[in-house]
C-alpha cells in the first residue's frame, strides 16, 4: 500500500527560489560542457513537447533511457499555488525510459533561448540541468547529446510518489500562473499520443480527475 504524501510547511522550507547568481551559475556550466561546438540541443519530456518556446532549428521525436517521466514535484506557482499545490512533470532517474522531443536551436540565439528556459525551468532549483543521450525515432537511429532537466530528490518541491487518488485530489482543484493543473496533464498526454506513446497510470490520473 502506497503511502500518502503532504506538502511541507512552505514557511519553513529552504531554497524554493534560486537567486540570479546561481542560475547564471548553472547556465555558465552548461555553455561550458556543451558537448558541440555547432549545435546545441534539447530535450523535452513536459510542455517543452508542445510549446518549446524558442525559434528551432529540428525537431524529432526521441528516447532518453535510464530516466523516465513522473508527476511527483510540488507545483505551487505554474500550475497551483503554496496554499493549493498541484503536481508538475518531472524527469526522473528510474532505470526506465521516456519517449518526448529533441529538438535544436539556433546556435546565434543561444545565450537568450538559454536564459528564457532557465527563467521558465529553473525557477527554484527544483530541476538539475543534465546532458544526456537521446535517440531519436528515426530510421539511423541516430544519437544526439541534449540538455534537460532531471528532478533533484533532495529539494523541498520534490513530493515522490503517492496513490493515484490523492494525486487526482491534489491536481483536480490546482490552478497557478499558466493555468490549471488538470489541463497541463491533459496536455502531455496528448503530446505523448502524438508521439504514438501513452502511460496507463497518467490516462487513470486523468480519468479521476474528470471524474470528480
Avoid at 61 to 82: L, M, N, P, Q, Y
Amino acid at each position: 500500500m502506497m503511502d500518502q504524501v503532504s506538502p511541507p510547511n512552505w514557511a519553513d522550507a529552504a531554497y524554493l527560489r534560486l537567486s540570479d547568481d546561481q542560475r547564471a551559475e548553472q547556465k555558465q556550466r552548461v555553455l561550458d560542457t556543451s558537448p558541440y561546438a555547432d549545435e546545441f540541443w534539447v530535450f523535452g519530456f513536459g510542455s517543452l513537447m508542445w510549446n518549446p518556446g524558442v525559434e528551432t532549428v529540428a525537431q524529432q521525436t526521441a528516447t532518453v533511457d535510464a530516466f523516465e517521466r513522473k508527476f511527483h514535484i510540488w507545483s505551487t506557482v505554474g500550475r497551483g499555488t503554496k496554499e493549493n499545490p498541484g503536481l508538475g512533470c518531472c524527469l526522473e532517474h528510474t532505470g526506465g525510459s521516456c519517449r518526448g522531443l529533441a529538438f535544436s536551436t539556433h546556435m546565434d540565439n543561444l545565450e537568450s533561448d538559454l536564459d528564457y528556459l532557465w527563467g521558465r525551468e529553473m525557477g527554484s532549483g527544483i530541476y538539475i540541468p543534465t546532458w544526456v543521450q537521446v535517440k531519436f525515432d528515426d530510421d539511423e537511429g541516430t544519437k544526439k547529446i541534449a540538455l534537460t532537466f532531471v528532478v533533484d530528490k533532495d529539494h523541498v518541491q520534490y513530493a515522490g510518489p503517492m496513490p493515484v487518488e490523492q494525486m487526482a485530489a491534489y491536481m483536480s482543484g490546482a490552478c497557478g500562473k499558466y493555468g490549471k493543473c488538470r489541463d497541463y496533464l491533459a496536455n502531455t498526454i496528448d503530446a505523448m499520443a502524438k508521439m504514438g506513446d501513452s502511460d496507463p497510470m497518467l490516462d487513470d490520473l486523468l480519468a479521476l480527475i474528470d471524474a470528480g
